[in-house]
């Protein structure tokens, strides 16, 4: 099996910043795709920075502020979040698409959430 377990999240003022970390961690063959999602109640899970084959994507909301990274070596997906805002309070989620022996075509999974409160 393989689990994606988050670290780093907390309350930061606005104007702050904060760094989400993330490991995948199983019987693992590769990890393609890892990036961050977040959701507010009432809210879809949406996109905020993705790093796959070298490319990276941000939602346009986090552009010039946050900035994904990766381990490779380690399976590791980082996220340093400059400048916060209260519209930026919500649960992160790690996202990864990982190839296994028993799944070798790769399968999407997701790391438990970790809470983010931007908020004087």
């Known amino acids: 099996q393989v689990q994606l377990v988050e670290s780093g999240g907390g309350l930061v003022q606005p104007g702050g910043s904060l760094t989400l970390s993330c490991t995948a961690s199983?019987?693992?063959?590769?990890?393609?795709?890892m990036g961050w999602y977040r959701q507010v109640p009432g809210k879809q899970r949406e996109l905020v920075a993705s790093?796959?084959?070298?490319?990276?994507n941000y939602a346009d909301s986090v552009k010039g502020r946050f900035t994904i990274s990766r381990d490779n070596a380690k399976n590791t997906v980082n996220l340093q979040m400059n400048s916060l805002k209260p519209e930026d309070t919500a649960v992160y989620y790690c996202?990864?698409?990982?190839?296994?022996?028993?799944?070798?075509?790769?399968?999407?999974?997701w790391g438990q959430g970790t809470q983010v409160t931007v908020s004087s």
């Open positions: 996202n990864a698409v990982v190839r296994t022996v028993w799944e070798p075509w790769g399968r999407n999974y």
């Open positions: 199983g019987s693992i063959l590769s990890v393609n795709a």
């Open positions: 790093s796959s084959s070298g490319d990276m």
